[in-house]
């Protein structure tokens, strides 16, 4: 064998290692303690694979990125007040919660994040109210079961809804969805919440 063809496919098994590493965040594409692991760029961009790709989206073939993502701890928390939805009529939010979810659960299922290092929750309150309830829209509810399932498959994604909103719009915790899959849990106010969950290190994700 050439010396060349050794080299080609040594170079083409160390790049698919760091496409796979990139594509689930895995901390071994950067070394600890590389300040260019978190805040620099890749010496040249490559059409590393995206998340999409994990809900039955395209292969990248075009998008050249440059600043790869590696997740060890997640605490998120989905301000969800208003009733944002895409061209399609998706509810924005709980989509967004949806794909972190199944980008995780890839990572997790590969051995590269704890479980116990994830904790994302979305907030029901405002307009968003009606997302909660058992009158829902079906699409809404296809993703609210979605969250259930992922749940259900060991990464930890809750939804809770504002008991203050709830009092206002005269509901009880029978007006709110469940299934077999899971509940929506009620919390004693959104905005006391999302101060306590910031408190604790949640990062704030807001859909506009």
């Known amino acids: 064998m050439k010396l060349e063809s050794i080299k080609n496919k040594k170079h083409n098994l160390l790049n698919a290692a760091l496409l796979a590493g990139a594509?689930?965040?895995?901390?071994?594409?950067?070394?600890?303690?590389d300040d260019a692991r978190v805040t620099g760029y890749m010496a040249s961009c490559d059409t590393l694979p995206l998340v999409n790709t994990l809900i039955g989206g395209p292969v990248n073939t075009s998008v050249c990125v440059d600043a790869p993502v590696a997740l060890k701890k997640v605490k998120t928390v989905f301000n969800l007040?208003?009733?944002v939805v895409d061209g399609a009529g998706?509810?924005?939010?709980?989509?967004?919660?949806?794909?972190l979810g199944t980008a995780l659960k890839a990572r997790i299922d590969a051995g590269l994040l704890d479980p116990e290092a994830v904790s994302i929750i979305g907030i029901f309150h405002g307009t968003a109210i009606s997302w909660a309830q058992n009158s829902n829209d079906p699409k809404v509810k296809g993703f609210i079961e979605k969250i259930f399932a992922l749940k259900k498959q060991g990464v930890n994604l809750n939804l809770?809804?504002?008991?203050?909103?709830?009092?206002?719009?005269?509901?009880?915790?029978?007006?709110?969805?469940?299934?077999d899959n899971g509940v929506i849990h009620v919390n004693q106010g959104a905005i006391g919440r999302l101060i306590d969950l910031e408190q604790h290190g949640y990062a704030y994700i807001q859909e506009e």
């Open 160 to 179: 809770e809804v504002c008991g203050v909103t709830m009092l206002g719009k005269g509901l009880s915790n029978a007006d709110l969805y469940a299934s």
């Open 81 to 83: 007040d208003a009733q």
């Open 23 to 33: 594509f689930l965040g895995a901390s071994s594409a950067f070394a600890d303690g």
């Open 90 to 99: 998706n509810p924005v939010g709980l989509r967004h919660m949806w794909m």
